[in-house]
T-cell receptor, first 111, second 112 residues
Framework: GESVGLHLPTLSVQEGDNSIINCAYS??????FIWYKQESGKGPQFIID?????DKRQGQRVTVLLNKTVKHLSLQIAATQPGDSAVYFC??????????FGAGTILRVKS | EPEVTQTPSHQVTQMGQEVILRCVPI?????FYWYRQILGQKVEFLVS????????KSEIFDDQFSVERPDGSNFTLKIRSTKLEDSAMYFC??????????FGSGTRLTVV
């Protein structure tokens, strides 16, 4: 989802369920994308990345899907845990290693 | 695991005052960055720095901002005359030539 002003979209999931967080990016020329997790009071923390020559990449409990046709990224978290509660940002890397971040999604995990 | 270290963690300053935010990037990284995050909003690029000069800067990075690498380990962001709207989290980051980034924990700047 997209955010306006101070309001970030929020995804609430039950512990143990799977989470899917979506992101739209803007630059069709971008070839490298990253998902970051940001906990309160901390900097962005790398979760997983994907290059534009791939559609899917899996890590430990996380999967990133890339749809270049519609410029869309998603992050799937399997068996969501309370420690996954955070704000999640997608980012695209532009020329010169500059990161352009998406609006962010708050993930709340209910125990 | 190597870290990017930022100091101070929180800085409160009067409007119009100069502030210097400090960062120690990862030692074998050659690319350095500053990003800003206004409360509740997304992270925004400010400036990138390589080979002792600015590589790219955003529209936010106006004449009130400057960066410096005064020695072999520190990377600083100076705001000459702070405005209320400069209140934000400022994140330093460094990367290797593959673009593998590490962010610091940030400095919360509050301008009063």
């Amino acid at each position: 989802g997209e955010s306006v002003g101070l309001h970030l979209p929020t995804l609430s999931v039950q512990e143990g369920d799977n989470s899917i967080i979506n992101c739209a990016y803007s630059n069709s020329a971008s070839d490298y994308f990253i998902w970051y997790k940001q906990e309160s009071g901390k900097g962005p923390q790398f979760i997983i990345d994907i290059r534009s020559n791939m559609d899917k990449r899996q890590g430990q409990r996380v999967t990133v899907l890339l749809n270049k046709t519609v410029k869309h990224l998603s992050l799937q978290i399997a068996a969501t845990q309370p420690g996954d509660s955070a704000v999640y940002f997608c980012a695209e890397m532009e020329y010169g290693n500059k990161l352009v971040f998406g609006a962010g999604t708050i993930l709340r995990v209910k125990s | 695991e190597p870290e990017v270290t930022q100091t101070p963690s929180h800085q409160v300053t009067q409007m119009g005052q100069e502030v210097i935010l400090r960062c120690v990037p990862i030692s074998n990284h050659l690319y350095f960055y500053w990003y800003r995050q206004i409360l509740g909003q997304k992270v925004e690029f400010l400036v990138s720095f390589y080979n002792n000069e600015i590589s790219e800067k955003s529209e936010i990075f106006d004449d009130q901002f400057s960066v410096e690498r005064p020695d072999g380990s520190n990377f600083t962001l100076k705001i000459r005359s702070t405005k209320l709207e400069d209140s934000a989290m400022y994140f330093c980051a460094s990367s290797n030539d593959r673009g593998d980034y590490t962010f610091g924990s940030g400095t919360r700047l509050t301008v009063v």
